[in-house]
């Protein structure tokens, strides 16, 4: 993801195993950018996703649909405020990498598949398969769970058992609403590289000059 003047939402095309695309912001934008798995959408367009659902649309334009992996971005033009949520459950490994940027400009995220880790009452399954997992909100609907009613402030909502093995798993993204700020990472002038399910020694992409540069070697990202 890189900066732009001109700027459409309604998502990106379809990709698979070792495919990249380059998807543009304006200077100042604030946004959400996840995966949508499992999907069928006929030649009209219209279909659905087993995760990541947001309608019925192959380009839609709504809020995704829990359990979702998701990239959280506030961009300006003297600082941009990033981070990956798992606050909605999680449906694939992300890993958001900036690059061409000053300040802290650290990778965010989740490498590692928390389905295979994920508490029986939280597995959202499909076809005999673990394909996402859900939050202790979205599968209980308690207030402490989801940090509403009389939990809807730092001091009352506080990590939980499920929210502290979503932590452990993944110490690098939000496993509930108010938790630790350092999740939330800023630089400034940067472009920004989301991986989803890559590995170690696997091929590596950034942004620069305007296009896409992807080279093998033991880089901790692969874009597809």
Not at 15 to 20: F, H, M, N, R, V
Not at 85 to 113: Q, R
Not at 186 to 207: K, P, V, W
Request: net charge negative; with cysteine.
């Amino acid at each position: 993801m890189t900066n732009s003047n001109n700027f459409t939402g309604g998502g990106i095309p379809p990709l698979k195993p070792g495919q990249s695309t380059v998807y543009t912001a304006p200077p100042q934008w604030s946004g959400r950018i996840w995966a949508r798995t499992g999907c069928n959408f006929d030649k009209d367009g219209n279909g659905k996703c087993q995760t990541g659902s947001c309608g019925t649309l192959l380009n839609c334009t709504g809020p995704s649909t829990p359990p979702a992996s998701i990239a959280e971005f506030n961009l300006n033009e003297t600082m941009d405020y990033y981070d990956v949520s798992l606050v909605d459950g999680f449906n694939l490994p992300i890993v958001v990498k900036p690059s061409n940027g000053t300040g802290n400009c650290s990778s965010v995220g989740c490498e590692g598949d928390l389905r295979q880790s994920c508490p029986a009452e939280l597995r959202d399954e499909a076809t005999g398969k673990v394909v996402a997992c859900r939050s202790a909100c979205d599968v209980f609907e308690r207030d402490e769970y989801c940090c509403r009613g009389m939990y809807s402030n730092p001091v009352s909502c506080v990590a939980t058992n499920y929210s502290r093995i979503f932590k452990e798993f993944c110490p690098m993204a939000y496993s509930f609403a108010y938790d630790d700020p350092t999740s939330v990472v800023t630089c400034s002038g940067a472009d920004y590289t989301l991986t989803f399910c890559g590995s170690r020694n696997q091929t590596f992409c950034s942004y620069h000059d305007n296009k896409l540069v992807c080279s093998s070697g033991s880089k901790n990202v692969k874009n597809i």
